[in-house]
């Protein structure tokens, strides 16, 4: 039978001798581009009118927003306000929803993402995303993590790379002695940052979470939390979440959405307010933001 | 949690996002499309088989005679064309399948699904299976052998072949689908609507008959339909129990031809290509392919409605 | 509360309580039902252990090795059942290679690749569904009149195969998708959202999930196979054949000799016929059987 292999992104000449820059405790930093003659941008995301529609009907729109590098954003708000739906336009997750169209800009790194010639695929290798359900593959630890880079193509050193992984997402000490069973024998906290240390292992500039924690226990949760303000040192995180005290612990931005009556009467989502965190809980400046964050509606 | 600086990393320039082309894996998924082709072209192939020599049969044959005259006599001189009595051949087999596989199908259906304790079901349901795996040879062997002389035995002075023999075996090889498609009908009403009946007093009677029946009615009535369509379908059975007279009767003892028996025998048999005999078979083929035809969109169309409904 | 009213209440409380308490009487009717379905549940059992019973007593004096090691003879003391064995053997052996792997990839683009509502996709789906529920002998006629005009290949055990592979295909088609659509949409989103095709996704995490279920529906489809008689008929698997059997050449699988054995004249060949059956009935117990053992060594317990 035909063996599906990938091609591997560059020759390996190319990977290991490049100037990475190392942070002050001698860390590699994996960020993203690598392209050192220009200065790294701060914006990772520059996100302008965007709008997603299914099926011709609005379910968001006119969102401006820009995302930060190697910053926690947070996007908080009621339900069935989009803001999962805009989560997933930051890595093409919409395009697997038949029906689901997306106007608007959405520049990484200065490249549209919907441009005419983009691949999909290689812009869900460098934006990773982990969903509210965990979902590992009922496979081996193991394989759950070495998905990504035989994927990919990285086929050597996988051990190691496997045991980054699981380190980065903090669950390494747990499962470094039962590496081959099955994934689904751990708890739904394990599981989860499983999901996180399999993202993580195909090396991403970006990790988009929805709603990473809704279905896990507080301390679980804890874990998670802290894992989130660790991972931003490296990456680039994004998350959605319903919970306001969670974004307030963890994200240096955040961003509120609601709900419009949209142009046929029906309800669509918008982008109300995004501000440093601080500012949005005890300052914000749109009385719905205060309404909301102040639980005068939910 | 200290990063392993010696792993290579990927290279991750931007540029990189730009449209590749992946041929291997058009290819393959090429190749996994073709394969459903496949399934389109047995259907134009059955068609044009069916089709062409029927067609030339037709005109020798007037479509008034094929379906009035009550002889069938293709091989005879004078020849008579007349399907009626495989029709009434069919007819005979199946009704009597349809009494035994309907009503009993059913009935095990409700017991495993509303009343059998799951240990029950756990040792009833593989059996069940087993008896819908026999193979037909074998069913007509029983047939034949043991159901027929049976009969006699106990007074009834049936031909050796007869339809109630071969009809009442096809509905043994059909109770089993009957009963798992109706099970997987009742299944399908959501638990919630027993409870509440149960909690309004009901008793298991009057929670199966009036409430999880109903409900489950459209699913039900499509393997009622499928059953009947597969007794009509049903060939090794008839060929080996009911006989190859083809005459028009309705009674059970009476030795008939069903439509596929006589497709079988005379495919096999020594006919030569391009007689108007041989071409009979393909315009019985063709009556035969019609009618299931009919009786299976009817419900294929119900299982749809079915499934709507809960899912 | 006075006296009167004290034994009222106990009255009342009384009354209550048994009629809560005691054994459930049930109406005739339901009596009745409960009868009718345990009736029905009884048959199909009692039916099936009859039909083994007959076939054990009929057959079981005629099972030696003549039976499993000889040819075909009209000679009912040395008749043998060798070359149907082999060639049934053989045919279950070609639809394993050719018609389950079509099956499988139609099943795989089906529910994986197809795109959902394009007209033409509902138009195969729906042919499938129709497919599965022909009538066996019209895939006979199919048989004859290609086989017979167009072909050319004549009654050989590899056109006999192949018309049973495309009898087949439907029902593991079905099987298959059934199977996949089982595996979670999770497991696929989460795949895709790694940066893996869909192709990838496919084979490296939804098929192997889904084998055990293929598996089980393949196996119920070759069975069925392997013990069809009337569309080989029409192909002319030749009746007594005494030589092994070769892709290419004449042949007569099991069934069909049971159910010519089962026409001769002498009572001898009654019994042959059903120690035939026996040998049948073992074949297909020991390809289930394989086959239940294959589902169990790869559906490992995560």
Same mark, same amino acid.
């Given at each position: 039978m035909v063996e599906i292999e990938?091609?591997?992104?560059?020759?390996?000449?190319?990977?290991?001798?490049?100037?990475?820059?190392?942070?002050?405790?001698?860390v590699a930093t994996r960020t993203a581009p690598t392209d050192l003659s220009v200065e790294q941008p701060e914006l990772v995301f520059d996100c302008r009118e965007i709008g997603v529609r299914y099926n011709g009907v609005r379910a968001l729109r006119d969102v401006n927003l820009q995302i930060r590098r190697n910053a926690v954003t947070a996007l908080i708000g009621p339900s069935g306000c989009g803001k999962s739906t805009f989560l997933r336009c930051l890595n093409r997750m919409n395009d697997l929803i038949p029906g689901a169209e997306v106007d608007g800009?959405?520049?990484?790194?200065?490249?549209?993402?919907?441009?005419?010639?983009?691949?999909?695929?290689?812009?869900?290798?460098?934006?990773? &995303?982990?969903?509210?359900?965990?979902?590992?593959?009922?496979?081996?630890?193991?394989?759950? +993590?070495?998905?990504?880079?035989?994927?990919?193509?990285?086929?050597?050193?996988?051990?190691?790379?496997?045991?980054?992984a699981l380190r980065r997402a903090a669950l390494w000490d747990e499962v470094k002695d039962r590496l081959k069973e099955g994934a689904l024998s751990l708890s739904g906290g394990q599981q989860q940052r499983l999901c996180i240390a399999r993202a993580l292992a195909v090396e991403?500039?970006? +990790?988009?979470?929805?709603?990473?924690? !809704?279905?896990?226990?507080?301390? !679980?949760?804890?874990?998670?939390?802290?894992? &989130?303000?660790?991972?931003?040192?490296?990456?680039?995180?994004?998350?959605?979440?319903?919970?306001?005290?969670?974004?307030?612990?963890?994200?240096?931005?955040?961003?509120?959405?609601?709900?419009?009556?949209?142009?046929?009467?029906?309800?669509?989502?918008?982008?109300?307010?995004?501000?440093?965190?601080?500012?949005?809980?005890?300052?914000?400046?749109?009385?719905?933001?205060?309404?909301?964050?102040?639980?005068?509606?939910? | 949690m200290a990063a392993n600086t010696n792993l290579p990393l990927r290279d991750r320039s931007t540029a990189l996002i730009h449209g590749r082309k992946r041929t291997g894996e058009r290819v393959v998924i090429g190749t996994l499309a073709s394969a459903a082709i496949v399934s389109i072209l047995v259907t134009i192939g059955i068609v044009l088989a069916l089709l062409g020599p029927s067609l030339e049969f037709f005109r020798d044959v007037s479509l008034g005679e094929f379906f009035t005259t009550t002889t069938w006599a293709p091989l005879f001189t004078p020849p008579r064309y007349g399907v009626v009595p495989l029709l009434t051949g069919t007819l005979s087999t199946t009704f009597w399948a349809c009494v035994i596989c309907l009503p009993l199908g059913l009935g095990s259906a409700i017991y495993l699904s509303e009343y059998a304790s799951r240990r029950v079901r756990a040792a009833v349901k593989p059996v069940l299976e087993v008896l819908a795996g026999i193979p037909t040879v074998v069913l007509g062997y029983f047939a034949l052998t043991f159901l027929t002389p049976l009969l006699r035995s106990i007074g009834w002075q049936v031909d050796i072949f007869n339809a109630f023999s071969a009809g009442v075996i096809i509905g043994v090889l059909l109770l089993p689908t009957v009963a798992s498609l109706s099970e997987d009908a009742m299944k399908a009403v959501?638990?919630?609507?027993?409870?509440?009946?149960?909690?309004?007093?009901?008793?298991?009677?009057?929670?199966?008959?009036?409430?999880?029946?109903?409900?489950?009615?459209?699913?039900?009535?499509? !393997?009622?339909?499928?059953?009947?369509?597969?007794?009509?379908?049903?060939?090794?059975?008839?060929?080996?129990?009911?006989?190859?007279?083809?005459?028009?009767?309705?009674?059970?003892?009476?030795?008939?031809?069903?439509?596929?028996?006589?497709?079988?025998?005379?495919?096999?048999?020594?006919? !030569?290509?391009?007689?108007?005999?041989?071409?009979?078979?393909?315009?019985?083929g063709l009556t035969l392919f019609v009618i299931t035809l009919a009786l299976n969109i009817v419900a294929i169309r119900m299982v749809r409605r079915f499934r709507e409904v809960y899912e | 509360m006075n006296a009167a009213n004290r034994t009222a209440s106990t009255a009342a409380a009384n009354a209550v309580a048994s009629s809560l308490v005691g054994r459930r009487q049930r109406s005739v009717g339901?009596?009745?039902?409960?009868?009718?379905?345990?009736?029905?549940?009884?048959?199909?059992?009692?039916?099936?252990?009859?039909?083994?019973?007959?076939?054990?007593?009929?057959?079981?004096p005629f099972l030696d090795l003549t039976l499993l090691t000889g040819a075909p003879s009209s000679?009912?003391?040395?008749?043998?059942?060798?070359?149907?064995?082999?060639?049934?053997?053989?045919?279950?052996?070609?639809?394993?290679?050719?018609?389950?792997?079509?099956?499988?990839?139609?099943?795989?683009?089906?529910?994986?690749?197809?795109?959902?509502?394009?007209?033409?996709?509902?138009?195969?789906?729906?042919?499938?569904?129709?497919?599965?529920?022909?009538?066996s002998i019209i895939f006979g006629i199919l048989g004859l009149a290609f086989l017979v005009r167009g072909l050319g290949l004549g009654p050989v055990l590899l056109a006999g195969a192949l018309i049973l592979g495309l009898q087949m295909l439907p029902?593991? +088609?079905?099987?298959?998708?059934?199977?996949?659509?089982?595996?979670?949409?999770?497991?696929r989103q989460g795949g895709m959202a790694l940066g893996a095709t869909r192709l990838q996704v496919v084979w490296r995490e939804v098929l192997p999930a889904a084998i055990p279920g293929i598996a089980t529906g393949s196996i119920l489809g070759l069975s069925r196979a392997v013990g069809e008689t009337a569309p080989l008929l029409m192909v002319g698997a030749a009746t007594f054949v005494s030589y092994n059997p070769g892709l290419l050449t004449q042949y007569t699988?099991?069934?069909?000799?049971?159910?010519?054995?089962?026409?001769?004249?002498?009572?001898?060949?009654?019994?042959?016929?059903?120690?035939?059956?026996?040998?049948?009935?073992?074949?297909?117990?020991?390809?289930?059987?394989?086959?239940?053992?294959?589902?169990?060594?790869?559906?490992?317990?995560?």
């Open positions: 990938a091609q591997p992104d560059a020759a390996p000449t190319q990977m290991a001798t490049r100037g990475v820059p190392l942070n002050v405790a001698g800009v959405c520049l990484y790194h200065d490249e549209d993402l919907y441009g005419p010639n983009i691949d999909a695929i290689e812009v869900r290798k460098r934006i990773g &995303m982990v969903f509210q359900k965990p979902n590992p593959f009922p496979k081996s630890i193991y394989d759950n +993590i070495a998905f990504g880079p035989r994927v990919v193509g990285l086929k050597d050193h996988l051990d190691d790379r496997i045991e980054e991403p500039d970006v +990790i988009l979470m929805d709603e990473p924690c !809704s279905a896990l226990d507080p301390i !679980s949760t804890a874990a998670i939390e802290d894992l &989130m303000t660790s991972l931003k040192t490296d990456y680039t995180v994004v998350i959605v979440t319903h919970n306001m005290q969670q974004a307030a612990r963890v994200a240096d931005t955040t961003a509120f959405f609601s709900t419009d009556q949209g142009e046929t009467g029906t309800r669509c989502g918008v982008l109300i307010e995004v501000a440093a965190t601080e500012k949005i809980f005890t300052k914000p400046e749109n009385e719905r933001t205060e309404a909301y964050v102040t639980g005068r509606f939910g | 959501p638990s919630s609507l027993r409870e509440g009946s149960f909690g309004l007093g009901a008793n298991r009677f009057q929670v199966s008959t009036r409430v999880v029946v109903p409900a489950a009615v459209s699913g039900i009535a499509a !393997s009622m339909v499928l059953a009947v369509s597969r007794a009509i379908g049903e060939t090794t059975i008839v060929l080996i129990a009911a006989g190859q007279l083809a005459q028009t009767t309705l009674m059970p003892g009476d030795a008939v031809e069903t439509m596929t028996a006589f497709i079988a025998a005379t495919g096999s048999g020594d006919v !030569s290509v391009g007689t108007i005999a041989y071409k009979t078979i393909f315009a019985v | 339901a009596r009745l039902f409960l009868f009718y379905l345990v009736f029905s549940t009884g048959f199909g059992l009692v039916a099936l252990a009859v039909l083994l019973g007959t076939i054990l007593v009929d057959g079981l000679n009912p003391g040395m008749a043998g059942a060798r070359p149907a064995i082999l060639a049934s053997i053989m045919v279950a052996i070609v639809l394993v290679a050719t018609a389950l792997p079509l099956a499988v990839a139609t099943g795989v683009y089906l529910e994986e690749f197809a795109p959902r509502d394009r007209w033409w996709i509902r138009l195969i789906e729906l042919n499938i569904q129709n497919l599965a529920a022909i009538p029902t593991v +088609i079905i099987a298959a998708r059934e199977a996949l659509r089982a595996v979670p949409a999770s497991v699988v099991l069934p069909i000799l049971i159910y010519q054995w089962m026409r001769l004249p002498q009572a001898d060949f009654q019994g042959l016929a059903a120690a035939a059956i026996i040998v049948l009935l073992a074949l297909l117990i020991a390809m289930n059987g394989f086959a239940i053992w294959m589902r169990n060594r790869h559906e490992r317990k995560w």
